[in-house]
């Protein structure tokens, strides 16, 4: 079993930065890969980021690519998503999950475990 409690949002201008912060239970974080989703009201949550577990490969949806950055310290059992030049519409609740499987996935169903997440709001 795996507890992940995200960290870091909050009210930003267009243009800023953010760091979120996912820490997770668990003496076997290591072996899990580590995706970021993100959620606006009404609309359906939506893929952002995804880490390996060894950290070597990483997949970014294309409207955050050259903007987002995901990693890992395995030590620390802690995702990061480091977020620039952010727009009004990366406005979302942001989500961090995390797999069992070989490998990384860029759906949400590719996921075992998930945060209860964290309120991102950007203004224009």
């Known amino acids: 079993q795996v507890q992940l409690v995200e960290s870091g949002g909050g009210l930003v201008q267009a243009g800023g930065s953010l760091r979120l912060s996912c820490a997770a239970s668990g003496r076997t974080f290591s072996t899990y890969g580590m995706g970021w989703f993100r959620q606006a009201p009404g609309k359906e949550r939506d893929f952002v980021a995804a880490?390996?577990?060894?950290?070597?490969?990483?997949s970014y949806a294309d409207s955050v690519k050259g903007r987002f950055t995901v990693s890992r310290d395995n030590a620390k059992n802690t995702v990061y998503l480091q977020m620039n030049s952010l727009k009004p519409e990366d406005t979302a609740v942001y989500y961090c999950?995390?797999?069992?499987?070989?490998?990384?996935?860029?759906?949400?169903?590719?996921?075992?475990?998930w945060g209860q997440g964290t309120q991102v709001t950007v203004s224009s």
């Open positions: 999950a995390a797999r069992t499987g070989v490998g990384l996935s860029t759906t949400a169903t590719g996921y075992n475990y």
């Open positions: 880490m390996a577990w060894s950290g070597g490969r990483t």
